[in-house]
Nanobody, 115 residues
């Protein structure tokens, strides 16, 4: 059974940085897409960034130039480097992996941007 475990969330001041990590355990098809989504209080979950096993990335417009997604295929781990954080980035961040009709979610890690 595939499990995703996120880490790296916390409290940071506006303008600061955080790095999220998500490690996948279990049997994962090698050709997959890993990504980060977030859900702010009172809002729907939204895509933040995705990365294919070949390294092709995609970002929501609001984080372009500030966030960088990367992955280590040997470790089945995906990262999200978040710079120049804003209060509106406050949310629970969820890791996701998908291939074919399979989609797995992590439990989420809270990121709070506040002074």
């Amino acid at each position: 059974q595939v499990q995703l475990v996120e880490s790296g969330g916390g409290l940071v001041q506006p303008g600061g940085s955080l790095r999220l990590s998500c490690a996948a355990s279990g049997s994962i098809f090698s050709n997959n897409v890993m990504g980060w989504y977030r859900q702010a209080p009172g809002k729907q979950r939204e895509l933040v960034a995705t990365i294919t096993s070949g390294g092709i990335t995609n970002y929501v417009d609001s984080v372009k130039g500030r966030f960088t997604i990367s992955r280590d295929n040997a470790k089945n781990t995906v990262y999200l480097q978040m710079n120049s954080l804003k209060s509106e980035d406050t949310a629970v961040y969820y890791c996701n992996v998908r291939w074919a009709t399979i989609q797995i979610w992590g439990k989420g890690t809270l990121v709070t941007v506040s002074s």
